[in-house]
Protein backbone atom coordinates (compact mmCIF):
# COMPACT_ATOMS: atom_id res chain seq x y z
CA UNK A 1 0.00 0.00 0.00
CA UNK A 2 1.79 3.17 -1.43
CA UNK A 3 0.75 6.78 0.46
CA UNK A 4 1.51 8.26 3.67
CA UNK A 5 3.32 5.66 6.44
CA UNK A 6 2.16 6.26 10.22
CA UNK A 7 4.00 4.45 13.18
CA UNK A 8 3.39 4.31 16.77
CA UNK A 9 6.17 2.75 18.85
CA UNK A 10 6.73 2.30 23.03
CA UNK A 11 9.05 1.34 24.67
CA UNK A 12 9.64 -0.13 28.07
CA UNK A 13 12.36 0.89 29.77
CA UNK A 14 14.20 -0.28 33.67
CA UNK A 15 15.91 3.22 34.03
CA UNK A 16 13.44 6.11 33.96
CA UNK A 17 16.77 8.46 34.08
CA UNK A 18 18.43 6.95 30.84
CA UNK A 19 14.80 7.49 29.02
CA UNK A 20 14.38 11.06 29.64
CA UNK A 21 18.09 10.91 28.34
CA UNK A 22 17.25 9.42 25.18
CA UNK A 23 14.45 11.28 24.68
CA UNK A 24 16.18 14.87 24.67
CA UNK A 25 18.66 13.12 22.19
CA UNK A 26 16.17 11.78 20.08
CA UNK A 27 14.21 15.53 19.63
CA UNK A 28 17.70 16.68 18.36
CA UNK A 29 18.38 13.80 15.83
CA UNK A 30 14.66 13.12 14.61
CA UNK A 31 15.23 16.78 12.98
CA UNK A 32 17.56 15.33 10.68
CA UNK A 33 15.66 12.59 9.40
CA UNK A 34 14.95 13.15 5.81
CA UNK A 35 10.85 11.60 4.73
CA UNK A 36 9.75 12.64 8.24
CA UNK A 37 6.70 14.82 8.29
CA UNK A 38 5.87 14.89 11.69
CA UNK A 39 7.39 13.04 15.17
CA UNK A 40 5.82 13.59 18.82
CA UNK A 41 7.70 11.71 21.56
CA UNK A 42 4.97 10.91 24.03
CA UNK A 43 4.70 10.13 27.63
CA UNK A 44 2.33 6.97 28.37
CA UNK A 45 0.14 6.26 30.85
CA UNK A 46 -3.05 3.95 31.52
CA UNK A 47 -5.75 6.80 30.76
CA UNK A 48 -8.09 6.44 33.40
CA UNK A 49 -8.31 9.81 35.06
CA UNK A 50 -5.68 11.94 32.79
CA UNK A 51 -3.79 13.53 35.50
CA UNK A 52 -0.63 12.81 36.92
CA UNK A 53 -1.79 9.31 38.68
CA UNK A 54 -1.81 7.71 34.70
CA UNK A 55 2.06 8.42 34.48
CA UNK A 56 3.46 5.30 33.33
CA UNK A 57 7.40 6.03 33.97
CA UNK A 58 8.63 3.38 32.57
CA UNK A 59 6.60 3.29 28.82
CA UNK A 60 7.50 6.04 25.96
CA UNK A 61 6.14 6.61 23.01
CA UNK A 62 7.41 7.74 19.63
CA UNK A 63 4.48 8.91 16.91
CA UNK A 64 6.31 9.38 13.52
CA UNK A 65 4.85 10.59 10.14
CA UNK A 66 6.86 9.27 7.05
CA UNK A 67 6.64 10.62 3.22
CA UNK A 68 5.70 6.28 2.57
CA UNK A 69 7.16 3.12 3.37
CA UNK A 70 10.60 3.43 2.44
CA UNK A 71 11.16 6.54 4.31
CA UNK A 72 10.03 4.80 7.28
CA UNK A 73 12.08 1.69 6.96
CA UNK A 74 14.67 4.11 6.74
CA UNK A 75 14.10 5.65 9.93
CA UNK A 76 13.95 2.60 11.90
CA UNK A 77 17.22 2.40 10.83
CA UNK A 78 18.59 5.47 12.25
CA UNK A 79 19.94 6.45 15.52
CA UNK A 80 17.17 8.31 16.30
CA UNK A 81 14.38 5.48 16.43
CA UNK A 82 17.37 2.39 17.14
CA UNK A 83 19.03 4.30 19.46
CA UNK A 84 16.00 3.24 21.85
CA UNK A 85 17.34 -0.15 22.00
CA UNK A 86 20.25 0.26 24.28
CA UNK A 87 17.73 1.78 27.14
CA UNK A 88 14.81 -0.36 26.65
CA UNK A 89 13.86 -4.17 27.04
CA UNK A 90 10.49 -3.93 24.92
CA UNK A 91 8.93 -3.01 21.88
CA UNK A 92 5.93 -2.18 20.14
CA UNK A 93 5.66 -1.00 16.58
CA UNK A 94 2.50 -0.43 14.98
CA UNK A 95 2.58 0.81 11.47
CA UNK A 96 -0.62 2.78 9.93
CA UNK A 97 -2.06 4.74 7.34
CA UNK A 98 -4.83 7.32 8.02
CA UNK A 99 -8.37 6.90 6.92
CA UNK A 100 -9.59 9.61 8.32
CA UNK A 101 -8.51 13.13 10.33
CA UNK A 102 -9.92 16.09 11.88
CA UNK A 103 -8.11 18.77 14.07
CA UNK A 104 -4.60 20.08 14.63
CA UNK A 105 -1.72 18.72 16.40
CA UNK A 106 0.60 21.85 18.06
CA UNK A 107 -1.53 24.00 14.95
CA UNK A 108 -0.82 21.17 12.22
CA UNK A 109 -2.45 18.53 10.59
CA UNK A 110 0.32 15.78 10.66
CA UNK A 111 -2.08 13.20 8.52
CA UNK A 112 -2.50 13.12 5.07
CA UNK A 113 -5.60 11.27 3.46
CA UNK A 114 -4.25 10.62 -0.50
CA UNK A 115 -7.09 7.76 -1.29
CA UNK A 116 -10.76 8.89 0.58
CA UNK A 117 -11.86 5.94 -0.98
CA UNK A 118 -9.73 3.94 1.49
CA UNK A 119 -11.94 4.46 4.39
CA UNK A 120 -15.29 2.31 2.95
CA UNK A 121 -12.93 -0.01 1.24
CA UNK A 122 -10.36 -1.02 4.53
CA UNK A 123 -11.94 -4.14 6.56
CA UNK A 124 -8.88 -5.13 8.45
CA UNK A 125 -7.79 -3.60 11.94
CA UNK A 126 -7.88 0.21 12.29
CA UNK A 127 -6.53 2.45 15.21
CA UNK A 128 -7.91 5.70 16.41
CA UNK A 129 -5.60 8.38 18.19
CA UNK A 130 -6.87 11.34 19.88
CA UNK A 131 -5.03 14.24 20.94
CA UNK A 132 -6.11 17.12 23.11
CA UNK A 133 -4.61 20.26 24.40
CA UNK A 134 -6.80 21.13 27.93
CA UNK A 135 -8.08 24.25 28.54
CA UNK A 136 -6.67 25.24 31.80
CA UNK A 137 -9.92 26.67 33.29
CA UNK A 138 -11.88 23.71 31.98
CA UNK A 139 -10.19 20.94 32.89
CA UNK A 140 -11.98 19.81 36.35
CA UNK A 141 -14.84 19.85 34.32
CA UNK A 142 -13.32 16.96 31.93
CA UNK A 143 -12.13 15.29 34.60
CA UNK A 144 -14.99 14.57 35.85
CA UNK A 145 -16.40 13.17 32.83
CA UNK A 146 -13.71 10.84 32.19
CA UNK A 147 -14.61 8.07 34.45
CA UNK A 148 -17.39 6.49 32.76
CA UNK A 149 -16.05 6.87 29.00
CA UNK A 150 -13.23 4.78 30.12
CA UNK A 151 -15.30 2.31 31.88
CA UNK A 152 -16.74 2.00 28.71
CA UNK A 153 -14.02 1.54 26.54
CA UNK A 154 -12.38 -1.19 28.80
CA UNK A 155 -15.40 -3.10 28.17
CA UNK A 156 -15.65 -2.59 24.60
CA UNK A 157 -16.12 -5.79 22.22
CA UNK A 158 -13.02 -5.27 19.46
CA UNK A 159 -10.99 -3.55 21.73
CA UNK A 160 -6.99 -4.92 21.21
CA UNK A 161 -5.23 -2.17 23.30
CA UNK A 162 -5.47 1.15 24.63
CA UNK A 163 -3.06 3.23 26.06
CA UNK A 164 -3.27 7.22 27.31
CA UNK A 165 -0.53 9.18 25.55
CA UNK A 166 0.57 12.72 26.10
CA UNK A 167 3.02 15.42 25.86
CA UNK A 168 2.33 16.26 29.27
CA UNK A 169 0.78 14.41 32.58
CA UNK A 170 -1.60 17.51 32.78
CA UNK A 171 -3.05 19.50 29.94
CA UNK A 172 -1.58 17.62 26.66
CA UNK A 173 -3.03 14.70 26.42
CA UNK A 174 -4.09 11.61 24.24
CA UNK A 175 -5.08 8.00 23.85
CA UNK A 176 -4.15 5.09 21.27
CA UNK A 177 -6.54 2.67 20.62
CA UNK A 178 -6.18 -0.73 18.28
CA UNK A 179 -9.52 -2.12 17.13
CA UNK A 180 -10.78 -5.14 15.68
CA UNK A 181 -12.22 -3.66 12.94
CA UNK A 182 -13.67 -0.23 12.21
CA UNK A 183 -17.15 -1.51 13.15
CA UNK A 184 -16.01 -2.17 17.20
CA UNK A 185 -14.46 1.60 17.16
CA UNK A 186 -17.34 2.97 15.69
CA UNK A 187 -19.63 1.47 18.12
CA UNK A 188 -17.45 2.69 20.47
CA UNK A 189 -17.53 6.14 19.99
CA UNK A 190 -21.17 6.62 19.26
CA UNK A 191 -23.53 3.82 20.85
CA UNK A 192 -20.71 3.57 24.22
CA UNK A 193 -23.59 6.48 26.14
CA UNK A 194 -20.46 7.90 28.14
CA UNK A 195 -18.06 8.59 25.12
CA UNK A 196 -21.68 9.67 23.06
CA UNK A 197 -22.07 11.99 25.86
CA UNK A 198 -18.78 13.16 26.07
CA UNK A 199 -19.16 14.03 22.15
CA UNK A 200 -22.06 15.99 22.52
CA UNK A 201 -20.69 18.06 25.58
CA UNK A 202 -16.98 18.75 24.01
CA UNK A 203 -18.56 21.81 22.08
CA UNK A 204 -20.58 23.15 25.10
CA UNK A 205 -17.77 22.48 27.58
CA UNK A 206 -15.69 23.85 25.75
CA UNK A 207 -12.83 21.11 26.98
CA UNK A 208 -10.04 21.79 24.26
CA UNK A 209 -8.19 24.61 22.96
CA UNK A 210 -6.99 22.27 19.76
CA UNK A 211 -7.94 18.34 19.57
CA UNK A 212 -7.76 16.18 17.07
CA UNK A 213 -9.09 13.39 16.28
CA UNK A 214 -7.82 10.24 13.49
CA UNK A 215 -8.64 6.81 12.41
CA UNK A 216 -5.69 4.64 10.84
CA UNK A 217 -5.73 1.60 8.74
CA UNK A 218 -3.12 -0.88 10.67
CA UNK A 219 -0.91 -2.40 8.09
CA UNK A 220 1.30 -4.53 11.00
CA UNK A 221 2.33 -5.50 14.02
CA UNK A 222 5.42 -5.96 15.61
CA UNK A 223 6.83 -6.71 19.39
CA UNK A 224 4.66 -6.86 22.59
CA UNK A 225 3.30 -3.66 25.35
CA UNK A 226 3.50 -5.01 29.06
CA UNK A 227 4.25 -8.61 27.45
CA UNK A 228 1.62 -8.95 25.10
CA UNK A 229 0.92 -8.61 21.33
CA UNK A 230 -2.15 -6.45 20.53
Same mark, same amino acid.
Given at each position: ?7 ? %? ?5 ? +???? +? ?5 ? %? ?28 ? #?????? *? ?47 ? *???? #?? %? ?18 ? %? ?8 ? #? ?9 ? *???? +? ?25 ? /? ?12 ? #???? /? ?8 ? +? ?5 ? /? ?5
Amino acid at each position: MSGQVVEL %RIWETPR +VSRA +VSRVAIS %RLQLRRISGLRFAKLLGTGSGETFTMRDAD #PHHWAL *LTVWDDGHAADAGAASTAIGGWSEVSTTELRVRMTPLATKGRWSRREPF *LIDD #PS %RKREWDGPVAAITRARLRPT %RALSFWRAVP #PVVADLTGSDG *LRLA +VGIGESPIGLQGTFSLWENAAALTHFA /YRSPAHANAIRETR #PQRW /YAEDLFARLA +VLDVEGT /YTGVRP
